[in-house]
């Protein structure tokens, strides 16, 4: 061997114990990582086949546990390179995959005919593509995570067509929206509206141009005839402030002297823009088998501070159900389990990292707090609020309205649905006299909110008790830290958060995609909201509040003993207080958090499946600064207050 080969041979070698060592400390600060419920049979089969990846992506045939199928390159227990998937509902992927994700160019078909052929991103509809829907109807432009974005022209299937910008699925920018009895706009759009200043041309050459508003002229603007005459002037659909000036030209008719402006709207109003299609789901939506609850081979992102997210088991904090001995404890123990919760069992770790819990002292439940929040009554500064927003949702969910369907058209989720009714203190036609100053009420997208509460199997009538009955709602003591308050109803079901119109904004622009996942995916985590509302108080004030109602995540007709609020993260994430002022409303963090729970292998690999899909729709809409809230009920408590932990019972 040359001095040159000897060289190389020991920077190789020097290279080796680097990584090694790497290696070792990571294990030491984040634990061993390993597979989450992996088998000493899926173990020696991955050794089996190692002969045969050799580095390199190799083909194969597979029928996969939940039905599905598969055949294309393999590399690592996942699909890389070129690959065919087909789901058992007759959806279909074929094209590139990398790391078991759609990844690069592909072909995705639904049962119902559509197709998407062009690029893929991390499983999403990403790039360049064409979407073909079931009707024969085209898009063909940019994507962005399986929203239409950027540039793009879409044929309907009526013979309309628009070529422009695209923002969110929705035209926004400029573009051009021709109709098939060659009518056709240019101009600007905002959430799929013409909106701004365009142009708009019928088809025997007059045309408008000017101000838009909602689909409509708005504003200034002038409307020139084709034989060179003009009117101008302050466009409205309300005559009263209508007003312009007519032009004529030499060659003008004599009819056009007797035209009325409103006619405009007349003819506009059979120009309509047709709407999204509705895609029943996405690919990005689609559960493949390796990454589904039902298989072994389920990595999982990492939290920002670098630890591993529960699909990749941390010995030290994570634990199935296991018995070293025979299953008859086992199976005691399980019939013992209340099926109605799912922190089955709760068992007491030390930490050395943590003072405040020590394994030689005994862990004491915590005492009872008092009900949180202070109850409105009569001479609260929000008294009169709370009534207005108790008159409101009696009004809005009580009101007749035709049943509900859980197929939405787009127009339901459009930011223009909403419906403005005014409560006088004598009362209306539609709403009943009351002893609160007058207001005016807003629902936004109603039908929206109808059917989430139908679809989470929300009782109207249960509904208005809850909010309007004769309990009062408790106002929490301090608000968060988005300067938002929050409201509890009197029997906890409800909590009603205040928000800025802007958070309204970015809520109305999410709506869609939260419906379409929690449709989706039952068992979602994500929390569950039922309505969208704004008191408008008249009077010198004129003071808008805007709140959203969801459901209070942590109501159980169990004692909430310990209640944690969860990111993944190491970093300030203790709370500040010691374990003496600790009691059962006190919201704990990461770092408080010192025990091992011990779950049912189905449930717990459903609970880590379905986390990794909520978080990807919060990745999807860009959401940042979420939590898992986590609330503990200490079954075995012994007759001095002290927690039971797993395997002992209390002799009380």
């Not at 759609?102 to 893929?120: D, I, L, N, V």
């Not at 409800?494 to 709506?511: A, D, G, P």
């Amino acid at each position: 061997m040359n001095k040159e080969q000897s060289g190389v041979l020991k920077a190789w070698e020097a290279t080796v114990r680097k990584t090694h060592a790497a290696k070792k400390r990571a294990n030491s600060i984040f634990g061993t990582i390993t597979m989450a419920n992996a088998t000493d049979d899926d173990l020696e089969n991955n050794n089996d086949k190692s002969d045969n990846i050799s580095g390199e992506p190799y083909l194969v045939e597979k029928i996969l546990p939940n039905g599905d199928y598969y055949t294309g390159q393999w590399y690592d227990n996942f699909p890389e390179g070129q690959g065919k998937y087909l789901w058992t509902d007759g959806c279909m992927y074929l094209g590139e995959w990398h790391r078991g994700k759609t990844m690069g160019k592909g072909r995705f078909s639904w049962p119902s005919g559509a197709t998407y052929e062009g690029e893929f991103k991390s499983g999403y509809i990403d790039g360049i593509g064409i979407y073909t829907g079931p009707s024969g109807d085209t898009y063909k432009g940019q994507w962005v995570m399986n929203f239409k974005h950027g540039h793009g022209i879409r044929f309907y299937p009526n013979g309309d067509w628009y070529d422009g910008e695209w923002r969110r699925g929705l035209q926004e920018g400029l573009g051009k929206y021709q109709w098939q009895n060659e009518n056709h706009y240019i101009g600007e759009w905002k959430n799929g509206m013409i909106c701004g200043t365009g142009t708009f041309v019928w088809s025997n050459e007059n045309k408008y141009d000017g101000q838009w508003e909602d689909g409509m002229p708005k504003g200034n603007g002038t409307y020139y005839w084709s034989d060179g005459s003009f009117y101008v002037g302050n466009w409205s659909k309300d005559p009263d402030e209508q007003n312009g000036t007519y032009y004529p030209s030499e060659s003008s008719q004599a009819a056009n002297l007797e035209w009325d402006p409103q006619t405009v709207y007349i003819e506009l109003a059979d120009c309509k823009i047709c709407p999204s299609e509705n895609v029943s789901i996405m690919p990005s939506q689609k559960v493949l088998a390796w990454y589904s609850a039902k298989t072994d081979d389920n990595p999982r992102r990492l939290s920002i501070d670098g630890r591993v997210s529960v699909g990749i088991e941390r010995p030290d904090k994570m634990h199935m159900w296991e018995s070293d001995d025979d299953s008859t404890d086992l199976t005691e123990v399980r019939r013992d389990l209340d099926s109605e919760l799912l922190c089955v069992q709760v068992q007491h770790q030390h930490d050395d990292t943590n003072p405040k819990f020590n394994l030689e002292l005994p862990l004491k439940v915590p005492k009872l707090g008092k009900r949180p929040g202070e109850t409105i009554s009569r001479g609260h500064k929000n008294y009169e609020l709370m009534l207005n927003l108790q008159l409101g949702i009696r009004h809005s969910v009580g009101r007749p309205a035709p049943a509900t369907s859980l197929d939405l058209k787009a127009a339901a989720f459009d930011p223009k649905e909403k419906i403005w009714t005014r409560f006088p203190t004598e009362g209306s036609k539609y709403t009943p006299p009351h002893q609160s100053c007058e207001f005016k009420w807003k629902d936004y997208c109603p039908v929206v909110f109808r059917a989430l509460r139908k679809l989470f199997k929300v009782d109207p009538a249960d509904y208005m008790i809850s909010i309007c009955g004769n309990g009062a709602l408790r106002e929490l003591s301090s608000p968060g830290k988005s300067g938002s308050f929050f409201y509890l109803t009197e029997d906890d079901r409800y909590m009603i958060k205040t928000m800025k119109k802007s958070e309204v904004k970015v809520f109305i622009r999410m709506l869609f995609a939260y419906y379409n996942h929690v449709r989706s995916f039952e068992n979602t985590l994500v929390i569950k909201y039922y309505g969208l509302h704004c008191v408008k108080l008249t009077g010198p004030i004129q003071r808008k509040v805007r709140f959203i109602i969801m459901g209070n995540l942590l109501r159980s007709e169990y004692t909430i003993h310990r209640r944690f609020d969860l990111k993944g993260s190491s970093l300030g994430r203790i709370t500040d207080k010691s374990e003496s002022e600790i009691d059962s409303t006190t919201i704990l963090k990461d770092l408080d958090l010192n025990f091992i729970f011990k779950l049912e292998k189905a449930w717990f690999e459903e609970f880590c499946w379905q986390i990794d899909r909520d978080c990807e729709f919060l990745e999807q809409e860009r959401t940042m600064d979420y939590s898992l809230l986590v609330g503990i009920h200490f079954k075995e408590i012994s007759a001095n207050g002290e927690f039971v932990p797993c395997g002992r019972r209390s002799s009380s």
